[in-house]
T-cell receptor, first 115, second 113 residues
Framework: AQKVTQAQTEISVVEKEDVTLDCVYE???????LFWYKQPPSGELVFLIR??????QNEISGRYSWNFQKSTSSFNFTITASQVVDSAVYFC????????????FGSGTKLNVKP | DAGVIQSPRHEVTEMGQEVTLRCKPI?????LFWYRQTMMRGLELLIY????????DSGMPEDRFSAKMPNASFSTLKIQPSEPRDSAVYFC???????????FGPGTRLTVT
């Protein structure tokens, strides 16, 4: 079974629209970490955020915000007022206590922001 | 600060040839990871090292793949002999400690013809 599910394969929005990328995870551990990475067309993977399972506070960083809800096992990512430079593939990942070094990546959501 | 450095950035080789990919982790990081990314399988963890010691190589697809980390600042991933199905982007990543975020290199795009 998939540990991290990103059901949205591809999303297209027009610049300045808000967009939310969904991430649903599955784990039996009570201690775990969640991550988001961005992969722009140039190909490198860029770290965006890490969240531990004990901290459910939402996080905001500029136009980016993350909503962590343990009750629904979700860690969603919202981009406010999207820009063309936000066009990329976004990956959600999970690591669990029994092996923190092993990241389970979702299949990614490709975001297209059109001018 | 320098990020993770990988070389070469692109490699084109013929089936049956040996391929060696190289990685220099971020200075001070003690964990190093090799991933493979393909359209079909997404991002797959091949192997990771902690303090230069291989910890988990369960993701290495076959005996044709091998990885070494002779010191804290250098690692290699070798494929011998290479096959067309090995064509992919290979990423190296490093992290400072357990459960810390991993920082990825730019990747090596391997094409085996």
């Amino acid at each position: 079974a998939q540990k991290v599910t990103q059901a949205q394969t591809e999303i297209s929005v027009v610049e300045k629209e808000d967009v939310t990328l969904d991430c649903v995870y599955e784990t039996r551990d009570t201690t775990y970490y969640l991550f988001w990475y961005k992969q722009p067309p140039s190909g490198e993977l860029v770290f965006l955020i890490r969240r531990n399972s004990f901290d459910e506070q939402n996080e905001i960083s500029g136009r980016y915000s993350w909503n962590f809800q343990k009750s629904t096992s979700s860690f969603n990512f919202t981009i406010t007022a999207s820009q063309v430079v936000d066009s990329a593939v976004y990956f959600c990942a999970l690591s669990e206590r029994y092996n923190f070094n092993k990241f389970y990546f979702g299949s990614g959501t490709k975001l297209n922001v059109k001018p | 600060d320098a990020g993770v450095i990988q070389s070469p950035r692109h490699e084109v080789t013929e089936m049956g040839q040996e391929v060696t990919l190289r990685c220099k982790p971020i200075s001070g990081h003690n964990s190093l990871f090799w991933y493979r990314q393909t359209m079909m399988r997404g991002l797959e963890l091949l192997i990771y090292f902690n303090n230069n010691v291989p910890i988990d190589d369960s993701g290495m697809p076959e005996d044709r793949f091998s990885a070494k980390m002779p010191n804290a600042s250098f690692s290699t991933l070798k494929i011998q002999p290479s096959e067309p199905r090995d064509s992919a982007v290979y990423f190296c990543a490093s992290s400072l400690a357990l459960a810390n975020e991993q920082y990825f290199g730019p990747g090596t795009r391997l094409t085996v013809t």
